[in-house]
């Protein structure tokens, strides 16, 4: 593992352990890499995650995309403050209880503007839900 490679991942590492009180850790986000300018992030989907149908919430998983299109924003802007101005979410097949994955990264930025994309895999690699994502640096 290169320096810069350990540095971003302590970086993240620092982020999540701030984030931990936050919406973050109330939904039992965790971080996994940032490899290649793609961020993974996981959670073990429970019971308190899926609607009454039996599948995660849409809620859930747009969060999910939300944070680790965040994420990367975050560490391609270390010095700025950002926040989501649009959301899209796709959710192309139902996701279950158990381990979902969700990488996540930059499409297109300017100086004041960040695009970004995420999917939602199964613990099979099913993907289950996409999105995109634009941030604006305040």
Same mark, same amino acid.
């Given at each position: 593992?290169?320096?810069?490679?350990?540095?971003?991942?302590?970086?993240?590492?620092?982020?999540?352990?701030?984030?931990?009180?936050?919406?973050?850790?109330?939904?039992?986000?965790?971080?996994?890499?940032?490899?290649?300018?793609?961020?993974?992030?996981?959670?073990?989907?429970?019971?308190?995650?899926?609607?009454?149908?039996?599948?995660?919430?849409?809620?859930?998983?747009?969060?999910?995309?939300?944070?680790?299109?965040?994420?990367?924003?975050?560490?391609?802007?270390?010095?700025? #403050?950002?926040? /989501? =101005?649009?959301?899209? @979410?796709?959710?192309?097949?139902?996701?279950?209880?158990?381990?979902? +994955?969700? !990488?996540?990264?930059?499409?297109?930025?300017?100086? #004041?503007?960040? /695009? =970004?994309?995420?999917? @939602?895999?199964?613990?099979?690699?099913?993907?289950?839900?996409?999105? +995109?994502? !634009?941030?604006?640096?305040?």
């Amino acid at each position: 593992m290169d320096n810069t490679h350990e540095r971003l991942n302590r970086r993240l590492q620092q982020l999540a352990a701030a984030a931990e009180p936050t919406f973050w850790g109330f939904l039992g986000c965790e971080f996994v890499d940032l490899k290649d300018g793609i961020i993974t992030i996981a959670l073990e989907a429970k019971p308190h995650h899926l609607n009454p149908i039996g599948i995660v919430h849409g809620g859930v998983l747009s969060s999910l995309l939300d944070n680790a299109m965040g994420i990367v924003v975050m560490t391609a802007r270390p010095e700025d #403050k950002v926040v /989501t =101005t649009n959301l899209n @979410v796709h959710f192309v097949a139902p996701l279950y209880e158990g381990r979902l +994955t969700v !990488t996540a990264e930059l499409v297109h930025q300017s100086r #004041k503007m960040i /695009t =970004t994309q995420g999917r @939602v895999m199964d613990r099979e690699g099913n993907l289950g839900t996409m999105g +995109t994502g !634009t941030f604006r640096v305040i």
